[in-house]
């Protein structure tokens, strides 16, 4: 490569990355758009988290077809990126390979390895398109997965098989200059699968294999670069965040809801005969007025936000729910879409009014989520339990449908009635306390 190849590619460099990092900014900002909540908390059992479930993968092989494939483009994508930093240093210095004399035999081991991953990750990403456009799978064909989301996992597939071929047309053309008379490139590494595509480049002049490595090697590193910065408007943004989000989980037991906090206060006070309803700390007439539960993504927690950036959309949590099963509008899926589109949404809001959110007569409530989905949720955790990457869907539906409840009083009549026996009677009968036990005197 000439000074003015190694000038341009640090450009690209510092352009791919750069935009890449404003975006990594702007998603931390709109996490942070979240209540905050203490995630701290027995950072041993999070580490552990971590290492098993983003690291090890140990959630997605719970279905062996699709866990063992994405395990191959996992480790494939993973290891063969390592490469990028030699393809970096070369480009930025104009070396050929410059990794091969310091490491010997490793490096051989390095890139046979590297190749015969990406004829895997080949492989996995060849059936997974598969299952979504020739198989149709039911979780990929559910109408939350119409217009972009559906075509995003397409691009995602093309994307990784355009790379990987890439990688191996350049490792081929590169193999085939290092044993043509001249020596127009140095040997170095081994290469199980660029072997059989090296010998169409035969008869071709040295001057046309040279500038066609340089074709695959410029479109492999731009298309990385492209890549990352797709992840941002992507739902494989998942690639970055499933670590994170892992780490911060919850790790209360599945079932265990959070009690308010200014609620459980006006409990204990009514319970104690001894309490002073008038020594109350005073209250900040300049403070906004505490919402109960959350209309809005402002409203709920940051690790609520990230769980909402960090969704695979692969549907395990839908296919697993007993509402959606039984063909109620409740999905898991798009509970955590729509809190990312509005999340997103509020993010441009905000870029667009020099970092004021300007409000927009929109809410997450009704204007993307309905009470209808809401209140088909049985609570059951089954989402909770099946997602990969430890999201809970869960904890933005109880804290909407806490809104609807203690704001707006719009409970369903049934879960009203309930309330008002509990309240009356002590129980959720529509009979006195007195008469519960007349059951055993019947015949």
């Not at 936000?305 to 898991?332: H, I, M, V």
Request: one cysteine or more; a neutral charge.
């Amino acid at each position: 490569m000439s000074y003015l190849d190694n000038i341009l590619f640090a450009i690209l460099l510092v352009v791919g990355f750069g935009f890449f990092a404003a975006s990594v900014k702007k998603i931390i900002r709109n996490i942070n758009l979240g209540v905050d909540v203490d995630r701290k908390d027995n950072p041993k059992a999070r580490w552990k988290n971590m290492a098993l479930i983003a690291l090890g993968q140990s959630k997605m092989v719970r279905r062996p077809v699709a866990g063992i494939l994405h395990i191959l483009v996992y480790v494939g994508f993973v290891i063969i990126n390592i490469e990028l930093l030699e393809i970096i240093i070369d480009g930025l210095v104009g070396t050929h390979r410059i990794f091969a004399p310091y490491l010997g035999v490793v490096y051989d081991v390095l890139i046979a390895s590297f190749e015969i991953l990406a004829i895997l990750v080949i492989f996995a990403v060849t059936v997974f398109w598969i299952r979504r456009n020739v198989i149709r799978l039911k979780r990929f064909i559910n109408p939350d997965l119409n217009g972009f989301p559906k075509s995003d996992a397409n691009y995602i597939l093309y994307f990784e098989t355009v790379l990987m071929i890439l990688f191996l047309l350049m490792n081929a053309s590169d193999l085939h200059l290092q044993y043509v008379p001249g020596e127009v490139f140095h040997k170095a590494g081994t290469f199980p699968v660029s072997q059989f595509i090296a010998p169409i480049f035969n008869g071709l002049s040295n001057e046309l294999v040279i500038l066609l490595f340089e074709v695959f090697w410029w479109l492999h590193i731009v298309g990385i670069l492209i890549f990352m910065n797709y992840l941002y408007f992507s739902k494989h943004l998942h690639i970055l965040l499933a670590f994170p989000n892992t780490y911060f989980a919850n790790l209360k037991p599945e079932g265990q809801f959070d009690n308010l906090e200014s609620v459980t206060k006006e409990v204990k006070l009514m319970m104690d005969p001894n309490a002073d309803p008038f020594a109350a700390a005073p209250v900040d007439e300049n403070a906004a007025p505490s919402k109960f539960g959350a209309s809005d993504v402002q409203d709920l927690n940051w690790v609520q936000l990230l769980n909402a950036y960090t969704c695979t959309e692969c549907g395990r949590c839908t296919s697993s729910c007993p509402a959606n099963q039984t063909g109620k509008k409740l999905s898991p899926r798009k509970i955590m879409m729509d809190t990312r589109d509005r999340l997103t949404e509020v993010g441009k809001n905000i870029d667009a009014n020099k970092g004021v959110f300007v409000p927009d007569n929109k809410t997450l409530l009704n204007d993307y989520i309905t009470p209808e989905e809401l209140w088909a949720c049985t609570s059951c955790n089954a989402c909770v339990e099946e997602c990969p990457v430890n999201i809970s869907p869960l904890s933005i539906i109880m804290d909407m449908r806490r809104y609807l409840v203690m704001e707006q009083s719009a409970a369903p009549m049934s879960l009203n009635a309930m309330m008002t026996n509990i309240e009356n009677n002590g129980a959720p009968w529509q009979y006195s306390q007195q008469d519960r036990l007349n059951w055993k005197n019947e015949n």
